[in-house]
């Protein structure tokens, strides 16, 4: 079958997140190619629409992260013109990617999110919209990109936000800080994975120590109490069906061990699309669970469809 497949990996994109998309889409292509699929790479770009019509893949994988990629823009395009893709579909992706509106719809279904607020950027430079510390991050963007940690010693909010060149939207969402140990689980196959603990080995888990050696350290299993872990697995599959995703999906997590039973943890957010480099968090737990990486990316094309 993978024999006359043809898939198009789509990778890189414009938005923040290009170069590790395109370091996704790199590790991808090279295993659906070892499983005997016929592949082509495609650098995403605005006639996107164009170049897949004259393709015309078996196949899209998504690859791609952030905007336009993973917010239900190019799953809206796909769906036009008729071609299965991997992942989440228009809704579940624009949904998870909106922070603010995911966590309203993860609260319904019991999932615990950090209280919060949005406002515009330029209204939270002007004062603190909360008492510190807290969290200042785009709506929609992902990898903690344009991200600030705000504490007590700062006299005001991060000034960044009134520049003229911030490219991260209007809009702001602003969170308690939730101290803690930060926590990551996967949707593979339809089940919860494994969880994994994450210790950043910089000043706090940012694009930096996401995607470079040795900026992180990743503990699998995590080193949390079972009933707590169970729970973390619980509500990473409680959060992907509460989102419509369908897929691989990973679910983060801070926890706050001070706080007794399972009420220090709070989820952070549903990645529809995550990372797949070679320091990504999905792979390496679909590898505890002894599914290879080719493996993996085969199951996400046999899993492709319409209509997600």
């Known amino acids: 079958m993978a024999a006359s497949k043809h898939v198009a990996v789509l990778m890189g994109g414009w938005s923040s997140e290009r170069e590790v998309s395109l370091?996704?889409?790199a590790a991808c292509a090279a295993a659906l190619e070892s499983r005997g699929y016929r592949v082509t790479r495609v650098d995403v770009q605005r006639d996107i629409a164009t170049v897949l019509a004259a393709l015309k893949p078996d196949v899209a994988f998504m690859a791609l992260h952030g905007r336009p990629g993973e917010d239900g823009t190019i799953q809206g395009v796909l769906e036009t013109i008729g071609i299965p893709y991997t992942h989440s579909g228009v809704l579940a992706s624009s949904l998870a990617m909106q922070k603010d509106l995911a966590k309203t719809v993860m609260a319904t279904a019991g999932v615990p999110v950090a209280a919060g607020l949005t406002l515009?950027?330029?209204?939270?430079?002007?004062a603190h919209p909360m008492e510190p510390p807290y969290v200042i991050k785009p709506v929609a963007d992902g990898s903690s990109v344009g991200v600030f940690i705000v504490?007590?010693?700062h006299a005001h909010p991060p000034q960044e936000l009134f520049r003229d060149d911030w490219s991260h939207g209007e809009r702001v969402l602003v969170?308690?800080?939730v101290a803690g140990r930060e926590l990551t689980c996967a949707v593979i196959k339809g089940e919860a994975s494994e969880v994994t603990e994450i210790v950043p080995l910089l000043k706090f888990y940012d694009y930096e120590a996401k995607y470079s050696k040795g900026a992180s350290k990743h503990v699998l299993p995590a080193p949390i109490l079972p009933f707590v872990y169970q729970e973390v697995r619980r509500l990473t599959l409680a959060a992907h069906v509460s989102l419509g995703c369908r897929g691989v999906s990973r679910a983060d997590f801070r926890?706050?061990?001070r706080i007794e039973g399972t009420g220090g943890l709070v989820c952070l957010e549903v990645n529809?699309?995550?990372?797949m480099t070679e320091t990504s968090l999905v792979p390496?737990?679909?590898?505890?669970a002894v599914v290879a990486f080719d493996e993996l990316v085969q199951w996400m094309v046999e899993?492709?469809?319409l209509d997600r």
Do not use: C, H, N, V
Not at 120 to 126: E, G, L, P, Y
Not at 272 to 275: A, H, K, L, S, Y
């Open 272 to 275: 529809t699309q995550p990372g």
């Open 120 to 126: 515009s950027r330029t209204d939270i430079a002007k």
């Open 175 to 177: 969170e308690k800080y």
């Open 255 to 257: 926890y706050d061990d």
């Open 151 to 153: 504490t007590e010693e």
């Open 284 to 288: 390496e737990l679909a590898g505890y």
């Open 23 to 25: 370091r996704s889409g």
């Open 303 to 305: 899993d492709a469809s």
